[in-house]
């Protein structure tokens, strides 16, 4: 199975064409819980997306207090509001605290949204929507343009997934009907669906509260970027968590972002998935063989050759990176299969340093083996078998 490195969201500049950073991606300010995000690992490995992790939740800190949390957000977020604008395209908030952020910066990223076009998401959690009896989003800034109202402390362990609206540009580009067992028991906050607002999906079956609760809601307001409220908690459809992982993960993400940026969202799901899996376990490899050549270098060998050749990957993967930010999926691939061979072959050669590096380390091992088993053997002869040709004492008598 293959994975993906999955996206949240992208970027829109008040009513005008879609903005990106200037090389072309989409710059992602990422504030959540620093240890349940799978998605922003699978994220940062697609050439698509540049993130930054805000880490800003109580729950994922153990045994930080509230004002060492607050400090890690100063020193992460953007220094002021230029800069927001100038290196962001989306602000996510999945399963962030809302007393971890301080007031200032509630501000400014809901005035990004609001003022400077950018995307905004936030997406369900035990501290997400005012959940579990956790602090609300909604009597901040940000609440404000949500195109949800929260109903506080009230966290829902079931729902099935239903779909609204599947001629929705994102809604379509999804195999839905591929099933997960999440999509069963999805887990999420309960909120209401403001006027004006367009319900995407919603759960069913749930064992408490209203029959039917709303799931994906979006809207875009006309001096703003589009927003979007995700009451389920994503981390449930990683593969990472559980059993509960849906191959199509890193899509949902990747997808939902191009959608938020409004950029086209490509519809044909298997081929995307595959050229999102292929670089992704691209990038899986290389770091694993960078490994591979940084432990064996410890023990004298020469790894140079595999360097330049590793280079040579590098190049290819770098001349894919242009056409995948041009959504040309097929002509990715096609670069791709020549990385496939070019990895076999690399991996091949650091194999064969690899048991050249270590077979020295196997004999010294064993030759120190057998010579401690040899000493302790004639040591032993020495003591317990040839004592027999010690002369015994006859007679012991204590002196007057």
């Not at 349940?36 to 800190?61: K, N, Q, Y």
């Not at 362990?157 to 929705?168: F, M, T």
Request: proline share 5%.
């Amino acid at each position: 199975m293959r994975f993906f490195a999955a996206a949240i969201l992208a970027s829109l500049l008040f009513c005008g064409p879609a903005m990106a950073l200037e090389d072309g991606k989409v710059g992602m300010l990422y504030l959540s819980d620093p240890v349940r995000v799978p998605i922003v690992h699978f994220l940062r490995s697609d050439p698509l997306f540049s993130v930054s992790l805000v880490a800003s939740s109580l729950r994922g800190f153990g045994g930080w207090e509230l004002p060492d949390v607050q400090r890690a957000v100063r020193l992460y977020m953007p220094r002021n509001y230029e800069a927001l604008l100038s290196n962001y395209d989306v602000i996510v908030l999945d399963n962030s605290n809302v007393f971890a952020v301080p007031s200032n910066y509630i501000e400014m990223l809901a005035r990004g949204s609001r003022e400077g076009g950018k995307g905004l998401l936030m997406t369900g959690g035990w501290e997400s929507f005012g959940g579990n009896n956790n602090p609300a989003w909604g009597p901040t800034a940000v609440g404000d343009i949500l195109p949800t109202t929260d109903v506080e402390n009230v966290w829902v362990q079931s729902g099935r997934l239903a779909v609204d609206d599947i001629e929705n540009e994102f809604m379509s580009s999804m195999p839905w009907e591929k099933k997960s067992e999440w999509m069963y028991e999805f887990h999420h906050n309960l909120v209401t669906v403001r006027e004006g607002a367009r319900l995407l999906a919603h759960t069913e079956h749930n064992l408490m509260g209203p029959p039917e609760q709303p799931l994906f809601v979006t809207w875009e307001m006309p001096s703003s970027g589009r927003v979007f409220s995700c009451t389920g908690e994503i981390s449930m459809m990683s593969p990472f968590f559980g059993f509960l992982g849906w191959e199509y993960y890193g899509d949902f993400g990747a997808n939902l972002g191009l959608y938020l940026a409004r950029r086209p969202v490509p519809q044909d799901v298997e081929l995307v998935h595959l050229v999102r899996g292929t670089m992704f376990e691209a990038g899986t490899r290389s770091a694993l063989l960078f490994s591979l050549l940084e432990f064996i270098e410890n023990f004298g060998a020469n790894t140079q050759g595999v360097m330049d050749m590793m280079d040579d990957i590098d190049s290819e993967i770098a001349r894919a990176r242009p056409i995948y930010l041009e959504l040309r999926f097929e002509d990715v691939l096609a670069v791709y299969d020549g990385v496939e061979e070019m990895f076999a072959e690399v991996e091949a050669e650091a194999l064969r340093l690899k048991n050249r590096a270590l077979l020295w380390i196997y004999i010294v091992e064993y030759l120190a083996v057998s010579g401690a088993a040899m000493i302790g053997g004639v040591l032993l002869w020495t003591i317990m078998v040839r004592r027999r040709f010690y002369r015994e004492v006859s007679v012991t008598k204590f002196g007057e």
